[in-house]
């Protein structure tokens, strides 16, 4: 942190080699919060990347010792997605679906599977990602965020309401119905007779 | 804890969110797990909840910015 500290400081100072440092530390999740929020759209995704880090030079100056450079990164990005997408009026509403689907399989498990993928499940796994990109970009970009920094990024509800400037409630909110209609169209895609049985109910 | 099959089904996805994201105290957590153990409606729910979250934690891997753009920030940031 001390190493960071200093990088900050001399930033500060205008030292773009040392910006340069940190932007070598926090492209990474950056880019990938861009990705995921500007789903399907790789373009607009380095637009965000890029503006991100250099709004985050011309600003730092104002940018508090005291807080995280992650954080504070975070939220410039999310802002930019943020303005981005909420001129787009045809983003659909979510519902929250109020009635747990059906499934065939009776046993009840209730823990995460752990373990390294076997290759069928890194093919699996990119599929899924796939899916989620799909999903993700039906939803309103206020959802696709706390869904991306909570549920991909792994922060907390607090630093989530934190970074988007909500309540915690809020950012429940939206997470449980982003979840939920995420979880119905993947639902969707594996099981299309019972969905369209299910809608029609 | 109130029985889950009483409540309403907002509730009842609130408290099975709060179990997947491990904010239920450990006495309700237990509870909720005897509970999917025996009842198949909340079991699959959550089942189907974990793949979600499964699917979205994929998506954490494999998000390097591509070369050019890195190159590229770099050239705005200090110049060619």
């Known amino acids: ?201 | 804890m109130m029985k889950l099959e009483d409540l309403s089904c907002r509730r009842r996805v609130a408290l099975l969110m709060d179990y997947l994201d491990r904010e239920l105290p450990p006495p309700q957590r237990k509870s909720l797990a005897e509970h999917g153990a025996k009842c198949r409606s909340c079991a699959d729910l959550l089942k189907s909840l974990m793949r979600t979250l499964e699917a979205l934690h994929s998506s954490k891997k494999n998000a390097k910015p591509p070369a050019a753009a890195r190159l590229r920030l770099r050239a705005r940031l200090i110049g060619p």
């Open chain 1, 1 to 201: 942190m001390g190493a960071e500290r200093d990088l900050i400081e001399k930033s500060r100072h205008g030292d773009a080699a040392a910006f340069t440092q940190l932007v070598h530390r926090y492209e990474e999740r950056i880019f990938r919060l861009a990705k995921n929020v500007c789903s399907g759209l790789p373009a607009e995704a380095e637009d965000v990347y890029q503006e991100t880090f250099l709004a985050a030079f011309k600003k730092i100056r104002g940018f508090r010792k005291d807080s995280d450079l992650g954080t504070w990164l975070y939220r410039i990005a999310s802002n930019l997605c943020f303005m981005r997408y909420r001129r787009k009026k045809s983003e659909p509403f979510v519902p929250l679906l109020d009635r747990p689907h059906g499934h065939d399989d009776e046993s009840a498990h209730l823990q995460f599977a752990d373990g390294l993928p076997t290759p069928e499940e890194s093919a699996r796994k990119k599929e899924l990602v796939e899916q989620v990109a799909k999903a993700l970009g039906k939803l309103p970009v206020d959802y696709r965020l706390v869904l991306t920094l909570r549920d991909i990024e792994g922060l907390s509800n607090k630093e989530t309401a934190e970074i988007l400037k909500l309540s915690l409630t809020a950012v429940k909110s939206r997470l449980h119905r982003g979840r939920l209609f995420l979880r119905d169209e993947f639902e969707r895609v594996a099981n299309p007779s019972a969905a369209a049985r299910i809608s029609r109910k």
